[in-house]
């Protein structure tokens, strides 16, 4: 039987995570590569684990720090190193999670001889109708073909430029129409048994409570978020967790610090995606969030995870969203 050649293409820690869940039943019959594009902060061990149990090679291209100039310069040096990786044209299966990516639409294009399956991977809500969107105007778009090529393509939501031939979603029936139309759409299937062994959530007490930020930025939107927080632990008396995004800065931490200073507040990593901290869990814990995708696969991932989500301030298209996921509302007492 001839091997499989796949290739995955991660940026983020739980775009690792579905790597490992679609994949680990395939790595008997397939050659496996993950090109990972280090655009948010991501924990070296955690990745070092999942190319080991996959039998994976890696191949690390250069991310988006240092403002937009060198992110431009990084992504033409990320396309000219895949030019020079030849088992890309012998690819059979493709999985990919952000298809406006440069780096992903010219990884397409050099499997496209071989015309291998192309699969749209769940990131976050981008395939559902609560995604994001993105600035789309006339002038990015000419300048994003000056410098990458005039193949590379420009849409305003992910999904959008339609690269792929399959979709892999947790909800399937949520997933965008104008993306799923005359696709294959496959549910991604979740065994707990397959983390036993690199799932760590004893540091997590039991008697706790767990908020997972959203991306914060520079935007000074943390005290909005944080007087949420105040608000209902005003009668909490266990034990408080805090999970910032990925690609926010350790100073955003310490700001946030700074303004729970009067209760007892442990910093979990976020560089290691917040499902890890629940898999191999049995015991209830609860995980709070506020315009953040982790509650979803939390609740699809983790039976043993309350997630809920603050509803205080939260756009009518996410309370509904939430309610499709089966993700209820937080309420304090």
Same mark, same amino acid.
């Given at each position: ?170 909800? !399937?029936?949520?997933?965008? *129409?104008?993306?799923?139309? &005359?696709? =294959?759409?496959?549910? @991604?299937? $979740? ?111 983790? !039976?043993?995870?309350?997630? *809920?989500?603050?509803?205080? &301030?939260? =756009?009518?298209?996410? @309370?509904? $969203? ?12």
């Amino acid at each position: 039987m001839t091997k499989k050649l796949i290739f995955s293409v991660c940026h983020t820690p739980l775009h690792f995570l579905f790597t490992y869940v679609i994949l680990r039943s395939a790595k008997a019959n397939s050659t496996i590569t993950i090109i990972w594009i280090k655009e948010s902060d991501i924990n070296p061990s955690y990745v070092r684990r999942i190319i080991q149990e996959l039998g994976a090679s890696l191949v690390c291209l250069k991310g988006a720090e240092g403002g937009s100039i060198n992110r431009t310069l990084n992504r033409i040096s990320n396309l000219r190193k895949l030019k020079s990786i030849d088992t890309l044209k012998e690819a059979t299966e493709l999985y990919i999670f952000n298809d406006l990516s440069p780096e992903v639409q010219l990884i397409v294009r050099l499997t496209k001889k071989n015309n291998p399956s192309v699969n749209l991977v769940e990131d976050g809500v981008a395939i559902y109708d609560i995604g994001g969107y993105f600035n789309t105007n006339f002038f990015k778009i000419l300048l994003g073909k000056l410098f990458y090529g005039p193949w590379w393509r420009k849409s305003n939501r992910i999904g959008g430029v339609r690269l792929h031939n399959a979709i892999y979603a947790i909800n !399937p029936a949520l997933v965008r *129409k104008e993306i799923s139309n &005359g696709v =294959e759409i496959k549910k @991604i299937k $979740f065994c707990v048994n397959s983390f036993s062994t690199f799932c760590d959530s004893d540091h997590i007490k039991a008697n706790s409570i767990v908020f997972l930020l959203p991306f914060i930025g520079y935007e000074n939107s943390e005290v909005k978020i944080i007087n949420r927080i105040k608000s209902s632990l005003r009668e909490f008396k266990g034990n408080v967790y805090l999970k910032l995004h990925p690609q926010d800065k350790p100073m955003v931490a310490k700001k946030i610090l700074s303004m729970l200073d009067s209760f007892e507040c442990h910093i979990l990593r976020s560089d290691m995606p917040a499902e890890i901290y629940f898999i191999s869990s049995q015991s209830e814990r609860t995980v709070v969030g506020f315009k953040t995708s982790a509650l979803h696969v939390l609740r699809s991932f983790c !039976p043993s995870v309350k997630a *809920k989500y603050f509803g205080v &301030g939260l =756009e009518d298209n996410w @309370i509904r $969203f939430y309610k499709e996921m089966n993700v209820e509302e937080y309420k304090t007492n």
